[in-house]
């Protein structure tokens, strides 16, 4: 039987690398969407490229997509600084819309590959709070996804796949650890340097180590 096909967004972070993981263990054969989107660093891109090869994606491509021209976030603005110490509400490091507009993309993609499931990293319980991790986002992207094209509206459907919604950060790495995911090659850092060093302060590095620390595992990131 030939393998179901499936999209993948992988970003080079230690979730999407996990959810590739899975994917690749239900037996999905998986097309690998990055974006150049404007962010601050080009490490994870460097990080999801690498992944997509040890993980066994059998395509990888990376979409330029610049949202720096809009702004508004401490990824894709530089005059905005990334926060080094937690704050209150939806933080700076919100990029508008971001994940609607990488999943369409992806939904794009997925209609020409004959693909019908779409997987993404999102998280509602160790996570940073942007609106668009949340179960309803995604319930109402996959409700969108089936009126608005060919293969939803003559009965295909499409699904969301969304494996890590309801998992801890350090579920996320004991499942990833456990499903062949090497965390050393996965960049997280909202301000990594050329090399993915981590800078260890931001809210990515703190809901990352502490998910090492609680899952009882050695964290391998690439300190500055």
């Not at 994870?44 to 040890?54: F, K, N, R, S, W």
């Not at 939806?90 to 990488?102: E, K, S």
Request: overall charge negative.
């Amino acid at each position: 039987m030939p393998m179901k096909q499936a999209v993948v967004l992988l970003s080079g972070g230690m979730d999407s690398a996990t959810v590739l993981a899975l994917a690749r263990a239900e037996g999905f054969a998986c097309h690998c969407l990055s974006f150049r989107y404007g962010q601050r660093h080009q490490a994870e891109l460097q990080a999801a490229a690498d992944l997509a090869g040890a993980l066994g994606a059998v395509d990888h491509r990376v979409v330029d997509l610049n949202l720096a021209l809009f702004g508004g976030s401490a990824l894709t603005d530089e005059a905005i600084q990334v926060p080094e110490s937690p704050g209150q509400g939806i933080p700076v490091t919100y990029v508008p819309a971001r994940n609607t507009v990488f999943l369409s993309i992806a939904l794009a993609w997925a209609e020409v590959l004959q693909a019908r499931d779409l997987f993404i990293g999102v998280n509602a319980v160790d996570y940073s709070g942007y609106p668009d991790c949340r179960p309803a986002f995604i319930e109402a992207f996959e409700t969108m996804a089936n009126l608005a094209t060919k293969a939803g509206v003559e009965g295909d459907r499409f699904h969301i796949r969304t494996p890590l919604m309801h998992l801890s950060k350090a579920e996320i790495i004991r499942r990833g650890t456990a499903a062949g995911v090497d965390f050393a090659r996965t960049v997280s850092c909202y301000q990594a340097d050329d090399q993915g060093r981590a800078c260890g302060v931001c809210d990515a590095c703190r809901l990352r180590a502490r998910g090492f620390a609680e899952a009882g595992l050695p964290d391998p990131t690439r300190y500055r």
